[in-house]
């Protein structure tokens, strides 16, 4: 069982910039697909970044990028998303996820952990 917690989530006006944090309960760096996927009200949970096992590779959503950059530092179990230039349509619920299998980088139903969740409001 892995353990996810994020922080960092806030409020800040558009054009601001805001970094989340998520702490693993173990090391997933070698292991797993971490990234962040966000969930707006009434929309449908949707990939946002991910980092693939090892860090060879990344992904970002056309929506983010250019804006946001994913990373990870090993040594504290730590996945963090770098959000600048934000903009009102980035507010939703952000949560870090953790994937066994390729699809949970794009796919709810494949992530195998979740974080708690981490509220970010862009204002404008």
């Known amino acids: 069982q892995v353990h996810l917690v994020e922080s960092g989530g806030g409020s800040v006006q558009a054009g601001g910039s805001l970094r989340l944090s998520c702490a693993a309960s173990?090391?997933?760096?070698?292991?797993?697909?971490m990234g962040w996927f966000r969930q707006a009200p009434g929309q449908e949970r949707e990939g946002v970044a991910a980092?693939?096992?090892?860090?060879?590779?990344?992904y970002c959503a056309d929506s983010v990028k250019g804006r946001f950059t994913i990373s990870q530092d090993n040594t504290k179990n730590t996945l963090y998303l770098q959000m600048n230039s934000l903009k009102p349509e980035d507010t939703a619920m952000y949560y870090c996820?953790?994937?066994?299998?390729?699809?949970?980088?794009?796919?709810?139903?494949?992530?195998?952990?979740w974080g708690q969740g981490t509220q970010v409001t862009v204002s404008s």
């Open positions: 173990e090391y997933t760096a070698s292991t797993y697909y």
């Open positions: 980092v693939w096992p090892g860090g060879g590779s990344t």
């Open positions: 996820a953790a994937a066994r299998s390729q699809l949970g980088v794009w796919n709810p139903p494949w992530v195998n952990y």
